[in-house]
């Protein structure tokens, strides 16, 4: 099995379509269509195609180290560029040695300027304080007799123990999965049949499948209605102290 027919049994057995992926990996579905095709004459420069298929491979779960060897000897036949590179970044980075010197000489120069300055401005603010005579009157606050005295219990303080959203996905069948706990990406990858995902936020959960009516979903110890059929993509969040779930 070649390279593009890999990627795209993944993403239909997925039940993923292109656009989704053009919008969740930025990789425009001109390229993705001939990721797929093989077609790599109309890809980008080869910094940027190596990109895309690895992006896509990992996006769908799958080893990108692998695919992308694959992809240079199928699109480059595994011509390495490394040395190419290594040269052109020396002759970009040859700068005279008198250019160098001309910028220390100024930066010299700049630090000089501005230690100078910041010793007179100190020097001023100094003198200022000296000649205000109310400066050195120490203003007392009022004290508030209403703030609870020493040993005092305050009744409107009440601890609560921390609540936290738990959530299990179990797939049923393969389903892409996104995750995110308190506002940061923890997971994003294909959850294959018969594996389970624990999630735990102390603020949300939010999670979006790929496949919604091939995953069960627990929250908080109890398993929720489904949240759509078979291929759909559906999003959920579920926040703390929330109840309906």
Known sequence: MGLGETLKSARIQSGITLEHIEEETKIRRLYLEAI??????????????????????????LDENELVEEFKQAAYGGQHHDEEIVQVAKKDFNIPVKNILAGLLFLLIALWVGNYMVGFFSRAVEDNRVADPGSG????EPKDNNDPTEGEENPGTVENEPETAVVSVKARSDC?????????KVFEAVLPAGQEKNLEGRQSVYIRVGNAGGVDIIYNGEQIDPLGRTGEVKDKEFIVNDKTG
């Open 36 to 61: 797929e095709n093989e077609n790599y004459g109309i890809l980008p420069p080869r910094v940027y195609a190596v990109g895309f298929v690895k992006r896509y491979a990992r996006f769908l779960g």
């Open 137 to 140: 009157i120490e203003i007392q």
């Open 176 to 184: 892409w999965l996104q995750a995110i706990v308190d506002g940061e």
